[in-house]
């Protein structure tokens, strides 16, 4: 008895199925312009507006913060850029690389790019850090350089003097005293000490004092440096009417 198995197994496979037994799959879509290397080229042109985007808006967000917290928040934002910035040159390396491969289309120009702009941005970048750093390595050397500054607003002023400030009061002099302290000295030419009920000056001005001393552009200085500020005044005769102090470790943010 003849075995039929084989040519009847043959035929019983329909012809379709045979033909697609026989064909390879079609190779896998493929692009050369997916590669790592074309990856790390891109990578690299978008680190450095990254890194200029994320100093800038962070630099907008930190106006109304403290200046220690400010300094510190620029440190780790500046830490954070610089990082990007270097990942950023190391990915144009890296793109370079892959020339050899894919040739240059669409790695060459934004490799470049990527590699020279950190270089720049880190070498203009250099003299303002060693500015900033000059600075506040002179401030923090005690509160001797604000005092320096401190006189030379006082000379200033005492250059001036009397400066009118209505129609019965006059700045007559400014004083600086130890530890960042600046005294106002006020005199009023028409009345007596004896026309202030006891108080009455300090709380009708102070108030006022204190918000300008919180918001206002030209009390920024003393903000910034923790100056204390004496308003002193005297009646026609020299003797004290009032006197009180703004401390700025004492103020409500």
């Given at each position: 008895?003849?075995?039929?198995?084989?040519?009847?197994?043959?035929?019983?496979?329909?012809?379709?199925?045979?033909?697609?037994?026989?064909?390879?799959?079609?190779?896998?879509?493929?692009?050369?312009?997916?590669?790592?290397?074309?990856?790390?080229?891109?990578?690299?042109?978008?680190?450095?507006?990254?890194?200029?985007?994320?100093?800038?808006f962070t630099g907008a967000g930190t106006a109304r913060f403290d200046?220690?917290?400010?300094?510190?928040?620029?440190?780790?934002?500046?830490?954070?850029?610089?990082?990007?910035?270097?990942?950023?040159?190391?990915?144009?390396?890296?793109?370079?690389?892959?020339?050899?491969?894919?040739?240059?289309?669409?790695?060459?120009?934004?490799?470049?790019?990527?590699?020279?702009?950190?270089?720049?941005?880190?070498?203009?970048?250099?003299?303002?850090?060693?500015?900033?750093?000059?600075?506040?390595?002179?401030?923090?050397?005690?509160?001797?350089?604000?005092?320096?500054?401190?006189?030379?607003?006082?000379?200033?002023?005492?250059?001036?003097v009397p400066i009118a400030i209505d129609?019965?009061?006059?700045?007559?002099?400014?004083?600086?005293?130890?530890?960042?302290?600046?005294?106002?000295?006020?005199?009023?030419?028409?009345?007596?000490?004896?026309?202030?009920?006891?108080?009455?000056?300090?709380?009708?001005?102070?108030?006022?004092?204190?918000?300008?001393?919180?918001?206002?552009?030209?009390?920024?200085?003393?903000?910034?440096?923790?100056?204390?500020?004496?308003?002193?005044?005297?009646?026609?005769?020299?003797?004290?009417?009032?006197?009180?102090?703004?401390?700025?470790?004492?103020?409500?943010?």
């Amino acid at each position: 008895m003849k075995c039929h198995g084989p040519s009847l197994l043959a035929g019983a496979i329909p012809r379709r199925l045979h033909t697609n037994m026989n064909t390879p799959p079609p190779l896998p879509k493929y692009s050369a312009t997916t590669s790592l290397f074309h990856k790390a080229a891109t990578a690299s042109i978008l680190a450095v507006p990254l890194s200029i985007a994320i100093t800038m808006f962070t630099g907008a967000g930190t106006a109304r913060f403290d200046p220690e917290t400010r300094r510190v928040i620029s440190m780790v934002i500046g830490i954070i850029s610089g990082v990007i910035l270097i990942m950023g040159l190391v990915a144009g390396v890296i793109a370079l690389f892959g020339m050899s491969k894919y040739g240059t289309k669409r790695i060459l120009w934004k490799a470049v790019v990527g590699t020279v702009m950190p270089v720049l941005l880190i070498l203009l970048a250099i003299p303002a850090v060693m500015g900033a750093t000059k600075r506040a390595s002179h401030l923090q050397q005690g509160s001797g350089s604000v005092d320096e500054l401190l006189a030379k607003i006082a000379s200033n002023l005492n250059s001036k003097v009397p400066i009118a400030i209505d129609a019965d009061t006059s700045l007559v002099s400014v004083t600086v005293l130890p530890d960042k302290t600046i005294q106002y000295n006020y005199s009023t030419t028409t009345r007596t000490a004896s026309d202030f009920p006891q108080g009455a000056l300090k709380e009708a001005l102070l108030p006022s004092l204190v918000k300008a001393y919180q918001s206002s552009a030209d009390m920024a200085f003393f903000r910034e440096n923790k100056v204390k500020i004496i308003y002193s005044y005297t009646d026609r005769d020299g003797q004290l009417i009032d006197q009180f102090t703004i401390e700025p470790d004492t103020l409500k943010n």
